[in-house]
């Protein structure tokens, strides 16, 4: 399990690192544990290793529940591409029109929402 990112999820907050002042992971060999936890200024207690794992798991899901975007997001064309496409449909020739909107089916199959 990835403590930090179930930390991370819990707080809602990216974990500052080694300079954080109010959380503190250490590896002890077996694995991290949190070894400064500033109860006041995250407003929560320290979590359980049971709260850890649900979060961990939370965070795994939020994580693939929206990956497939950003991966459909580097392969579309962009906006100015499609503009452009727009246009030109509209003044009688539709190749590129269609030509995008094939590509946008076949990244839509190859990203498919989970």
């Known amino acids: 399990m990835n403590v930090a990112k179930a930390i991370e999820h819990l707080i809602g907050r990216p974990i500052a690192g080694p300079m954080d002042p109010h959380i503190q992971l250490t590896d002890n060999g077996d694995g991290v544990e949190i070894t400064l936890w500033d109860e006041t200024a995250l407003g929560m207690p320290m979590p359980t290793q049971q709260e850890l794992e649900a979060a961990h798991a939370a965070a795994l899901l939020a994580d693939a529940s929206t990956a497939y975007k950003e991966l459909r997001r580097a392969e579309y064309p962009t906006v100015e591409d499609i503009a452009d496409a727009l246009f030109k449909k509209e003044a009688g020739d539709s190749t590129e029109w269609d030509a995008f909107a094939a590509q ?8 498919p929402k989970p």
């Open 104 to 111: 946008r089916e076949a990244i839509k199959a190859k990203y």
